[in-house]
């Protein structure tokens, strides 16, 4: 009885030993396009939008982008499109419908995919990415075209109003 016993315990602990936990994906996902707004008189100070609210063109406006004032948003990319289109309104008057401005931005772009972990699955790398605005509040942006988007880490385009 104590060798079944014996050999039941062993095959139990090599089956637990051999069993791998659920992976938690910590790493980072598919990377959003990082806008930081700067005051156009002194190129160096960061400068919050009034009123700013964003929406995708055909889109809701983003809840988290609705009528506040920020120094920097990070705007997902479409993964499944090459080109993206973000309406972006400001109003530093008075918060009145007649005093808002707008500006359209498109972003152009490749994508690849790359392969993380079995958990977090793939991720979406945006290469030769442009960018073009509108007239409207902004005034001027930098840089016109990036490289790849691959982090969130710092800001991607210096937007100046």
Request: charged share 15%; hydrophobic share 35%; with cysteine.
């Amino acid at each position: 009885m104590n060798k079944r016993f014996l050999i039941l315990l062993i095959f139990t602990l090599t089956i637990i030993s051999g069993c791998e936990k659920d992976d938690i994906c910590l790493l980072p996902t598919t990377p959003k396009l990082i806008l930081r707004f700067y005051d156009n008189t002194n190129p160096t100070t960061t400068k919050s939008v009034e009123r700013l609210s964003i929406w995708a063109e055909g889109k809701d406006t983003i809840s988290n982008y609705k009528s506040i004032s920020l120094d920097s948003v990070a705007i997902p990319l479409n993964v499944n499109a090459t080109q993206t289109i973000y309406h972006l309104k400001s109003n530093s008057v008075d918060g009145n419908l007649a005093n808002n401005v707008s500006n359209t931005i498109t972003i152009n772009y490749t994508t690849t995919e790359e392969y993380v972990s079995r958990s977090c699955g793939f991720k979406t790398i945006f290469n030769n990415v442009t960018i073009t605005s509108n007239a409207g509040w902004i005034q001027s942006f930098t840089p016109n075209s990036l490289t790849t988007i691959n982090n969130e880490t710092n800001a991607h385009v210096q937007i100046f109003h």
